[in-house]
């Protein structure tokens, strides 16, 4: 069976750490910033890791191993 392809979309969106989780970035944060408080646009600059199926699943279109 030949290995599945990396899906180029998610690579452009998504990192694999060095222990295999998925780091991604926030949402909400292209346009119309004004509204939003200063505490919430500096917690949004953060990267956050993916959890739950959602994490397997993003981890097999980069091509990582299953843990």
């Given amino acids: 069976m030949p290995k599945q392809k990396t899906k180029k979309a998610v ?33 949004l600059r953060k990267d956050t890791l993916c959890a739950g199926k959602f994490e397997v699943n993003m981890r097999e279109c980069l091509g990582g191993k299953r843990r």
Avoid: P
Avoid at 14 to 41: D, E, F, P, Q
């Fill in 11 to 43: 690579v452009k969106r998504m990192k694999l750490t060095k222990s295999g989780k998925v780091k991604r970035s926030h949402a909400y944060t292209s346009h119309i910033m004004v509204r939003r408080t200063t505490k919430r646009k500096r917690q």
